[in-house]
């Protein structure tokens, strides 16, 4: 399940950190938090899942939940091997889930 869905307090800080209260699937809300860098990279300017460090090449960093559902989206100017900034956002809820009060990658 994504893990908005049984999270409460979402947010990144520092530009790549999530945290989140998440339901353990015992009635208790636990502290969870995930480094994005160790998920997230930058290919060429675009977000790559199962990359890493995108933030060390990106600028502008935001979080938002978005629409009726709060879908949790990440935008951020990516650097390519050219060195032009691209604008990229990717949806947090496409591979990031919530196992038993912790942030699990899909």
């Given at each position: 399940?994504?893990?908005?869905?049984?999270?409460?307090?979402?947010?990144?800080?520092?530009?790549?950190?999530?945290?989140?209260?998440?339901d353990?699937?015992?009635?208790?809300?636990?502290?969870?938090?995930?480094?994005?860098?160790?998920?997230?990279?930058?290919?060429?300017?675009?977000?790559?899942?199962?990359?890493?460090?995108?933030?060390?090449?990106?600028?502008?960093?935001?979080?938002?939940?978005?629409g009726?559902?709060?879908?949790?989206?990440?935008?951020?100017?990516?650097?390519?091997?050219?060195?032009?900034?691209?604008?990229?956002?990717?949806?947090?809820?496409?591979?990031?889930?919530?196992?038993?009060?912790?942030?699990?990658?899909?």
């Amino acid at each position: 399940m994504s893990f908005h869905l049984s999270a409460q307090d979402i947010r990144v800080d520092d530009g790549h950190i999530l945290r989140a209260r998440l339901d353990n699937g015992e009635g208790e809300w636990v502290d969870a938090e995930l480094d994005l860098n160790t998920v997230l990279g930058n290919n060429d300017g675009l977000f790559e899942w199962e990359g890493g460090d995108f933030a060390a090449s990106a600028q502008g960093i935001t979080f938002q939940l978005e629409g009726d559902e709060n879908v949790p989206i990440l935008r951020a100017g990516l650097t390519n091997m050219n060195g032009d900034v691209n604008w990229h956002d990717v949806n947090l809820a496409e591979r990031i889930t919530n196992n038993g009060g912790q942030f699990e990658l899909q």
